[in-house]
């Protein structure tokens, strides 16, 4: 059972365009984390939100979690070929860091220059 | 990732051999936690563990997988008699007391 969808699983674009990758889920968490993974390496956490409604910015990324906690999504601004990669959503069940993180099956980005 | 160290990087076995993977985690970090990624898809979770304690492993197949994380010494992950659908990509995270998880470089598993 996949707990935590991703959408779109790919996504190829031009460098300068917007795009919005979603993570979605009819359960709760109480955090939400967003990782990048390149090619041969592992995660590299990007963000992680707690708060329902909180919006948080890194630079041209821009991310938040829904109001009911149970959703999330990443905006990425002028996106640039250096953007490419793999980017996941992961929810945490539990406070702090006590628990396992369950994983969206990814979204693939490649942005073309 | 420098900071959790995994080796090896890349490991091949053929079937029916024992693989044995480690994972020193952050300078700090009490929590370790293991993960299998599958090609092109998200990471999935098999175990989490504190020094001497298995907390949760209710992500570990129930034969042949085992894993531990001594008093002194790197995590462990241990597949015995491997076949070919344990190839895949194992990672370890560790982690501190405020939220976010520092992930290794990852094991490459293939059996042949």
């Known amino acids: 059972t996949q707990l935590l969808e991703q959408s779109p699983q790919f996504l190829s674009i031009q460098e300068g365009e917007n795009l919005t990758v979603y993570c979605n889920s009819s359960?709760?968490?109480?955090?939400l984390q967003w990782y990048r993974q390149e090619p041969g390496e592992g995660p590299v956490l990007l963000v992680t939100?707690?708060?329902?409604?909180e919006v948080k910015k890194l630079k041209r990324l821009t991310f938040q979690f829904g109001d009911a906690r149970k959703d999330s999504s990443l905006h990425i601004t002028a996106a640039q070929p250096g953007d490419t990669g793999l980017y996941l959503c992961?929810?945490?069940?539990?406070?702090?860091?006590?628990?396992?993180?369950?994983f969206g099956q990814g979204t693939t980005l490649q942005v073309k220059p | 990732n420098a900071g959790v160290m995994q080796n090896p990087r890349h490991l091949v076995r053929r079937r029916g051999q024992e693989a044995r993977l480690r994972c020193s985690p952050m300078?700090?970090?009490?929590?370790v936690y293991w993960y299998r990624q599958l090609p092109e898809e998200g990471l999935k979770f098999m175990v989490y563990?504190?020094?001497?304690?298995?907390?949760?492993e209710s992500g570990m197949p129930k034969e042949r997988f085992s894993a531990e994380f001594p008093k002194e010494g790197p995590s462990i992950l241990r597949i015995q008699q491997v076949v070919r659908g344990d190839s895949a990509a194992y990672f370890c995270?560790?982690?501190?007391?405020?939220?976010?998880?520092?992930f290794g470089s990852g094991t490459r598993l293939t059996v042949v």
């Open positions: 939100v707690v708060t329902g409604g």
């Open positions: 992961a929810g945490a069940r539990s406070s702090g860091n006590t628990g396992k993180l369950i």
């Open positions: 359960s709760v968490f109480s955090s």
């Open positions: 300078k700090g970090h009490s929590h």
């Open positions: 995270a560790s982690s501190p007391f405020d939220y976010g998880y520092t």
């Open positions: 563990l504190q020094k001497e304690n298995i907390i949760d």
